[in-house]
């Protein structure tokens, strides 16, 4: 079996899309750039996610790229953001709270400092396989940080592959489910990365990471975002086949360059 990379991604701000690269750099928080910014609710102090999109429907039409490469020694570079409508504002414009603030219908912050204990509201739909159904939960994220659970996201086209033969009328494209690394395992069989879980993977040379869980999915999956339509049934075929798990998290071990292309090798 050979597993390599096939696609590789990072999100300037939290909810918003994101950049496709060709390599990335990959250090103790995670890809280089990734998740650095975010919108903090200025009347609820919570972060704001596409996780619960009663307040925030339309987040996923924001995107962000950076203005120059991200450092890798956890510095904040210079964001660009371009609103649903095609305005674009640098993140040291200072209107852009104002400009967000206008689109999203609350007052917000651009923020690149995470409060010490963040939370976001997250969105349940009513499905029966879920933890919980129609209602929503105020969930905690890792402290001082704007990431859901881990730090890296992995994936493979043979999970996508294994849920589209369970719902042939559903779009698994990978956009849905927003991964930093993508991988084919190739002869690995469905859910390859499931069997990485517990064990310490490498990719390329020298990024080595410990892949800790399976990635719980939301209701974010199912938003409808550029071409993708919202489709409850993608989560639903998800939760009835595989516990409502897409990819894995992973923690890093050892850091470096990840390129497009390279192999995937489980250590231990």
């Given at each position: 079996?050979?597993?390599?990379?096939?696609?590789?991604?990072r999100y300037?701000?939290?909810s918003?899309?994101?950049?496709?690269?060709?390599?990335?750099?990959?250090?103790?928080?995670?890809?280089?750039?990734?998740?650095r910014?975010?919108?903090?609710?200025?009347?609820?102090?919570?972060?704001?996610s596409?996780?619960?999109?009663?307040?925030?429907?339309?987040?996923?039409?924001?995107?962000?790229?950076?203005?120059e490469?991200?450092g890798?020694n956890g510095?904040?570079?210079?964001?660009?953001i371009?609103?649903?409508?095609g305005?674009?504002?640098?993140?040291?414009?200072?209107?852009?709270d104002?400009?967000?603030?206008a689109?999203?219908?609350?007052?917000?912050r651009?923020?690149?400092?995470?409060?010490?204990?963040?939370?976001?509201?997250?969105?349940?739909?009513?499905?029966?396989?879920?933890a919980?159904?129609?209602?929503?939960?105020?969930?905690?994220?890792?402290?001082?940080?704007?990431?859901?659970?881990?730090?890296?996201?992995?994936l493979?086209?043979?999970?996508?592959?294994?849920?589209g033969?369970r719902?042939p009328?559903?779009?698994?494209?990978?956009?849905?489910?927003?991964?930093?690394?993508?991988?084919?395992?190739?002869?690995?069989?469905?859910?390859?990365e499931?069997?990485?879980?517990?064990?310490t993977?490498?990719?390329?040379?020298?990024v080595?990471?410990?892949?800790?869980?399976?990635?719980g999915r939301?209701v974010?999956?199912?938003?409808?975002?550029?071409?993708?339509?919202?489709?409850?049934?993608?989560?639903?075929?998800?939760?009835?086949?595989?516990?409502?798990?897409?990819?894995?998290?992973a923690?890093?071990?050892?850091?470096?360059?990840?390129?497009?292309?390279?192999p995937?090798?489980?250590?231990a």
């Amino acid at each position: 079996m050979t597993t390599r990379v096939v696609g590789l991604w990072r999100y300037p701000v939290k909810s918003m899309a994101g950049e496709r690269c060709t390599d990335v750099h990959i250090g103790a928080r995670g890809i280089a750039g990734d998740r650095r910014y975010a919108l903090v609710d200025a009347l609820t102090g919570k972060v704001a996610s596409a996780k619960n999109p009663r307040i925030w429907p339309t987040l996923l039409e924001f995107a962000a790229r950076y203005l120059e490469t991200p450092g890798t020694n956890g510095a904040t570079s210079r964001v660009e953001i371009a609103l649903p409508d095609g305005t674009v504002r640098a993140s040291d414009d200072p209107a852009i709270d104002a400009d967000l603030a206008a689109t999203l219908g609350r007052q917000v912050r651009l923020a690149s400092v995470a409060p010490p204990d963040p939370t976001l509201e997250e969105y349940w739909p009513d499905i029966d396989e879920l933890a919980h159904r129609d209602v929503v939960t105020d969930e905690a994220m890792p402290a001082t940080t704007f990431f859901d659970c881990a730090t890296v996201h992995l994936l493979t086209t043979n999970t996508l592959d294994a849920l589209g033969t369970r719902y042939p009328g559903g779009n698994f494209d990978v956009g849905r489910f927003r991964p930093n690394v993508l991988l084919d395992a190739n002869g690995g069989g469905e859910f390859a990365e499931d069997t990485w879980i517990g064990k310490t993977v490498r990719i390329g040379k020298d990024v080595v990471l410990q892949v800790t869980c399976g990635t719980g999915r939301c209701v974010m999956t199912t938003l409808g975002q550029g071409a993708l339509p919202a489709d409850v049934a993608v989560l639903r075929t998800a939760a009835v086949h595989h516990g409502a798990h897409v990819g894995v998290y992973a923690e890093v071990v050892a850091g470096g360059t990840v390129t497009l292309g390279d192999p995937l090798v489980v250590e231990a």
